[in-house]
């Protein structure tokens, strides 16, 4: 093949692939769910490694419908994203996201209790929303490393939308219960 083919080639492939990239960003929406998704296992992981077994299962009641709000928008991305392995790959994603909690909490050891005790009535009090948790877990340093770029001003999906601030990948340390 000349090096004029091959150049020519290879720009079809990437100008073909532009759609299928772009499609794959954080829509708004998506990470509204990824960030939910993040609190639900903040809060399952405090339950497990400081007994709150009770306080979680209240919150999964009572927020059953956007946590599965939330499910379905994750699993619709990673649908859109990776096609016929998304399931796969979301499964594998909310393994390890919940594998990092679990192990920021054993680094801060005894502390961590104290730091995601006041995380349970804040997550109570929160709008029953999915945006009014998604903006709980931000607010606590909890918004998902989905490791996704969100979707710019360039793509289709974010013509639409406001911008949204930076995504902050801290570990959560104080529970804050203001909503941004």
Not at 2 to 23: K, T
Not at 158 to 164: D, I, Q, V
Request: positive net charge; glycine residues 6%; contains cysteine.
């Amino acid at each position: 093949m000349s090096p004029i083919r091959f150049l020519a080639a290879g720009l079809v492939a990437v100008v073909a692939a532009a759609p299928a990239m772009a499609q794959t960003c954080m829509r708004p929406a998506d990470k509204a769910a990824f960030d939910v998704r993040a609190l639900q296992s903040q809060l399952m992981v405090a339950a497990l490694i400081c007994k709150q077994d009770e306080q979680y299962n209240t919150f999964v009641r009572s927020y059953q419908g956007q946590l599965s709000s939330a499910w379905e928008g994750m699993s619709t991305y990673y649908r859109r994203a990776n096609g016929n392995t998304g399931v796969r790959v979301r499964d594998n994603f909310v393994t390890e996201l919940a594998n990092v909690q679990q192990m920021d909490g054993s680094r801060q050891g005894t502390a961590f209790c104290a730091n995601v005790a006041s995380l349970f009535s804040a997550a109570m009090a929160a709008p029953k929303s999915t945006e009014g948790l998604a903006q709980l877990a931000v607010a606590n340093g909890l918004s998902n490393p989905h490791g996704r770029s969100e979707c710019g001003a360039t793509t289709p999906a974010a013509a639409n939308s406001a911008p949204e601030k930076p995504e902050r990948r801290t570990a959560i340390r104080r529970v804050s219960t203001n909503a941004r």
